[in-house]
């Protein structure tokens, strides 16, 4: 089972009236965004407030702050539709006849019980903040851990506007880079399988290597003797940087042989 709470969110709980425990027993399969339509510090308010019947379950400001009100293993109430099984259609909360184009659907279940929902600080019309963009960047990445997944644009990373077209027409608005968003989800999770270098932004010798601009390490650190003494040296894309071990502030370079 998924972790309830994302550890690097805010937990900011809501009233009970405003989500269902549990998801019915069905998998999450996509991520929906959304825009708040107004203020970070707004959302809270409005999803705690037992008269709404609203929610989702986290919130992405502008300044990269991430809030979340609802356990990702319960439903929040942020993408419903009901299904009309006599007339074969899907049904929003204000009672229209909607004809979603997410393709994942699966009548009759309602999409809240399969779907965790991101609302974003701003306007539909806004454009995301860089530390907007990698907060979310950074939530995805979380939720395809807890869950599994595997981002497709318009399938497992979707728009409320995809489920609900008549209320929410411009929810998340236009300016979501969603091709941009799975493939850097994509070259991320990639990423993740390799052996990476290790890289301790605390030695001494990568100070000295950022410092001189010599590049990327290229090896781990790495002992060798000379002249009886003990020294500490490490391979960068432009030289080769080398201390004697205990004599961290004398760090010295030679250039790489061709």
Partial sequence: MAIDWC?????????????MKGRNGRPVKAVV????A??????????NDPTRGAS????IGKNGTIEQYVSVNDTA????????????QWICP????????????????????????????????DKWTSDMYDANMRLQ?????????TYVAHRTLVGHFEIDPVDKPSCPGPNVEWDRIVADAAAIQAARKLT???????????????????????????????????????VYNLGIVFVKKGDWGNVLWMKKPM
């Avoid at 970070?40 to 308010?45: A, D, K, N, R």
């Avoid at 229209?96 to 306007?123: A, K």
């Avoid at 950022?210 to 060798?224: M, R």
Wanted: aromatic residues 16%.
């Fill in 77 to 88: 109430f942020a993408n419903g539709l009901r299904w009309d099984a006599q007339n074969q």
């Fill in 38 to 47: 107004g203020n970070l510090p707004g959302v809270f308010p409005t999803f």
């Fill in 33 to 36: 965004l959304h825009i708040a």
């Fill in 196 to 234: 990476w270098m290790p890289i301790n932004t605390d030695s001494a010798l990568y100070n000295f290597a950022e410092a001189q601009n010599l590049g990327y390490p290229q090896t781990d650190e790495y002992e060798f003797t000379s002249g009886g003494a003990t020294y500490v040296g490490q």
């Fill in 56 to 59: 989702a379950h986290f919130c």
């Fill in 94 to 125: 204000h009672n229209n006849i909607v004809q979603p184009s997410w393709q994942d659907l699966t009548p009759p279940d309602n999409p809240n019980w399969y779907t965790v929902s991101i609302e974003h600080e701003g306007m539909p019309q």
């Fill in 141 to 149: 990445l979380w939720l395809s851990d807890q869950f599994q997944l």
């Fill in 7 to 19: 550890p690097f969110a805010t937990k900011r709980p809501i009233v009970a009236d405003n989500f």
